[in-house]
């Protein structure tokens, strides 16, 4: 074995020992999933440095110590509207490094790499949750997709549009090439309607089921008749898809959807939706329930809904009336939303201020339970306790792993990124250590904690760190405080409330 592969196997049997111990303490899945239940029965009112993590959390995928000092700066009304109106924030640095990788998007590995990379060096935050939120909700997957370049396509659809109006997001969504082959429209012919796209419309994307009838599904079918998609090669083994109407496909006969009558398209049949009552409450409830907490009454969500539709349907006034609203940072809200595997990797390479260059980071979400641009079907992830199972939290633990053992003293992490040049299966990563210079145990633990769980944790789990980084052996020696550190960082990384939002 090499030098280096001794070290990396070194520091690997000492984290397996920490993953069984943490394993056997925190009951996996278990504990997480009663944490996540619980946590919205904390009475405390939080401090406003917690709202303006909890926000950067919620809104974004988390703050490394830097960048919340320039928040602090703003203030929490300031960064609500930094977050919000961020089209006039410079994203260039996040630009430029993506170039510099020159990722390909018709090779799915590039494209989720593309995407895991966005949500980390993103100068946006909320741009990329939205973007996250709108493929859970409006989903098409790679898998029948086929293609790769048709999903990249529809993911900047979904960022450019992130804030806008709710039908402007659902006409161009029908028009969406990735979209049409997921759901069947460019199928859809006069006198041969499919009605697949037409049903989830209204069941998952705009209104809920119970709301319509199966008449009003056929003849919303029949008013998207005559879009098609046409694949265009664009290089070996790339094609680009665009969609196209053609007049002779379409359905022009009159038609009766939600109680109105007319020669109705597509568009049409969105502007009759949004116009219904229970669409402004299903996709308020589904923005409240993705930012704040599961569940909400009606009573709750009215203030929201009344938002939406004094707005024209504005997703960006709903959005800043939740980020800016007292139950957005009230105890019930706060760590009480599972991360996705998605919010959870992106989060910890952003909190930790990992310099990675993406190489790897969709397998751990994958394994995790979250393959980007791939839902397990059209109702997307099911998210929440679900996210929870001894399998992804045994990957969860083992993410934790792999975080802390890229920390190391200076001379490992160089090796480790020679080897990363030369061998394109590893990824280069430099992550430095959050307690560098802490010289006792309470330092330490104070860092971490204060850096990954806003210091908000039981006396009983900060007992077991301060015990693990102070315990027996206990040695002035580097290497030996260098592995306590690394260990403590995984067992922060391990404790179930990290895990929640």
């Known amino acids: 074995m090499t030098d280096v592969g001794t070290k990396i196997g070194r520091l690997s049997l000492r984290r397996r020992t920490l993953i069984a111990g943490a394993a056997v303490a925190g009951l996996g899945a278990l504990v997480a999933a009663e944490a996540a239940s619980t946590a919205g029965l904390r009475s405390q009112p939080l401090s406003d440095d917690v709202k303006l993590r909890h926000l950067l959390r919620r809104a974004g995928f988390g703050a490394s110590s830097a960048e919340l000092d320039q928040y602090r700066k703003l203030g929490l009304s300031g960064t609500v509207d930094r977050l919000i109106d961020y089209e006039s924030v410079d994203n260039s ?13 018709n090779k799915y590995a590039d494209l989720a790499r593309w995407w895991a990379l966005r949500m980390i060096y993103t100068a946006r935050p909320l741009e990329e949750k939205m973007t996250l939120f709108w493929h859970g909700l409006l989903t098409s997957a790679v898998s029948k997709v086929g293609r790769s370049n048709p999903m990249f396509v529809q993911n900047q659809f979904l960022r450019a549009n992130a804030l806008g ?7 161009g969504i029908s028009k969406d090439p990735a979209m049409m082959v997921w759901l069947d429209l460019e199928t ?7 009605e697949n796209y037409a049903r989830e419309l209204m069941e998952l994307f705009s209104m809920g089921v ?21 694949r265009k090669l664009s290089a070996p083994g790339a094609y680009d898809f665009e969609s196209a109407f053609v007049p002779r496909f379409h359905d022009t006969g009159s ?14 049949v969105v502007d009759i939706i949004v116009k ?13 329930s993705f930012f704040v907490y599961p569940n909400p009454t009606d009573d709750e969500l009215k203030p929201f809904v009344d938002v939406y539709t004094s707005s024209k349907y504005s997703i960006r006034a709903v959005m800043k009336a939740i980020l800016s609203s007292d139950v957005f940072y009230s105890p019930r809200a706060y760590r009480a939303l599972v991360k996705s595997p998605a919010e959870l990797v992106a989060g910890t390479a952003r909190v930790l201020g990992a310099e990675v260059d993406g190489r790897g980071l969709p397998q751990l979400m ?20 679900a996210w929870l199972t001894s399998g992804t939290w045994l990957a969860r633990l083992n993410f934790a792993n792999r975080v802390a053992a890229s920390v190391g003293p200076p001379s490992l992490v160089a090796l480790l990124g020679a080897l990363a040049a030369k061998r394109k299966n590893v990824p280069a990563v430099y992550l430095p250590l959050p307690t560098a210079g802490a010289s006792t145990p309470a330092d330490v633990v104070g860092r971490l904690t204060d850096l990954l769980l806003d210091g908000q944790i039981s006396q009983d789990q900060r007992q077991v760190l301060l015990d693990y980084v102070g315990g027996q052996g206990a040695s002035a020696a580097q290497p030996w405080l260098d592995e306590r550190h690394r260990g403590a960082l995984y067992l922060a990384l391990s404790i179930p409330e990290y895990h929640l939002a």
């Open 276 to 288: 219904e009552p229970v669409s402004a409450q299903f996709i308020t409830r589904k923005l409240f």
């Open 210 to 230: 119970g709301n319509y009838t199966e008449q009003d599904v056929r003849e919303s079918a029949r008013a998207f008749t005559g879009w098609v998609v046409r």
């Open 93 to 105: 640095a996040l630009e430029n490094r993506l170039k510099s990788y020159n990722l390909d998007p």
């Open 255 to 268: 038609k009766t959807f939600l109680g109105q009558t007319g020669n109705f398209n597509g568009d049409d």
């Open 366 to 385: 994958s394994l995790m339970g979250q393959q980007l641009f791939n839902p397990p079907n059209v109702a997307g992830w099911p998210g929440g306790p």
């Open 188 to 194: 859809n012919r006069k006198g041969h309607a499919n």
């Open 165 to 171: 109006s709710f039908p402007d997001i659902l006409k």
